[in-house]
């Protein structure tokens, strides 16, 4: 084993104690926005979870486990997984951990992964594809909900148009419940966005608190591009223009609105017990 002052050998575990260490700087910045896109990473927490993407062979670049771990057979598994693709593995303190998760209990694995994006233009839905289009979402909680909720219903991908919040941000990736190493997300501009809709061989649904259907009586029948609007202000007027049908779920009770994720899964289950022909 190499101690913390070490560059990083392949092969080797490197034991890191000093909350000062260059590499631990690193992951911390990896919270910032900036870093991330700068750097093309972002950090998952949890030993299944990071199991999992190792497993499913996505590009990790640094393996992070906790002293009390490392005799664990999946930590070693991993270790050895991420060390045959060139990545880096510490072997921390609960100190350290604490300090790059930010939490007084910290999960006892990390992983900085490479972040992927899906090339919008690439997207072929299947004859019952279905994807969903989020405009200008603003919360990380909601975005990484409505990926897990996107997966758990067998959507295919989920595309962020304009200023949607990065789902590879520590409180989204954590909402994904690991569901962002299993969904394609792609990134459109708005202007993109809406020369790629003419293309868009099925149908465009937007909801919308003033759709003019009940979102039981679409027919379901082609791939759909479900649209999703902002948490505040919903689907504006160009986006509103640009559906084929604006769907609304009628509320009972004083409520003015639904959770945005919330009605993401009303419709994705709607359209899949549609398509199934469920009662
Ligand atoms: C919190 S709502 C936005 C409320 C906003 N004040 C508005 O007027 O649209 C966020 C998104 O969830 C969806 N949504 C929420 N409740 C809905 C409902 N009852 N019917 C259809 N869509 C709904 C829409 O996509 C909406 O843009």
Redesign the pocket.
């Known amino acids: 084993m190499a101690d913390e002052t070490s560059i990083p050998i392949p092969g080797q575990i490197r034991v890191v104690t000093s909350l000062t260490n260059p590499t631990i700087k690193e992951i911390r910045a990896l919270s910032l926005p900036k870093f991330r896109k700068e750097s093309g990473l972002f950090v998952t927490e949890g030993m299944k979870l990071v199991a999992d993407a190792v497993e499913e062979d996505w590009p990790i670049r640094i393996l992070v486990y906790g002293a009390k771990v490392a005799n664990h057979p999946v930590v070693q598994r991993v270790a050895q997984r991420a060390h045959a693709r060139g990545g880096d593995v510490l072997e921390v303190s609960e100190a350290v951990l604490a300090k790059i998760t930010r939490r007084e209990n910290p999960q006892m694995v990390v992983g900085v992964f490479e972040q992927r994006l899906t090339d919008p233009q690439t997207i072929r839905p299947g004859p019952a594809g279905v994807w969903v289009a989020l405009?200008g979402i603003k919360d990380p909680g909601n975005l990484g909900t409505i990926i897990r909720t996107s997966d758990a219903v067998g959507a295919e991908g989920v595309i962020l148009v304009g200023d949607t919040v990065d789902p590879f941000g520590v409180e989204a990736v954590r909402a994904t419940m690991g569901s962002i190493f299993h969904m394609p997300l792609a990134r459109l501009s708005v202007a993109d966005f809406f020369e790629w809709r003419k293309r868009w061989p099925g149908i465009v649904v937007?909801?919308?608190?003033?759709?003019k259907h009940d979102?039981r009586a679409v027919d379901y029948d082609k791939p759909v591009l479900l649209?999703?609007?902002?948490?505040?202000?919903?689907?504006d007027d160009r986006f509103a223009a640009a559906c084929d049908t604006l769907?609304?779920?009628?509320?009972v009770g004083r409520a003015?609105?639904?959770?945005?994720a919330?009605?993401?899964g009303?419709?994705l289950f709607e359209i899949r017990r549609d398509r199934l022909k469920l009662a």
């Open positions: 405009e937007g909801t919308h608190l003033s759709g979102y649209l999703m609007g902002n948490e505040q202000s919903g689907i769907v609304k779920i009628p509320q003015d609105s639904l959770n945005l919330i009605a993401t009303v419709m």
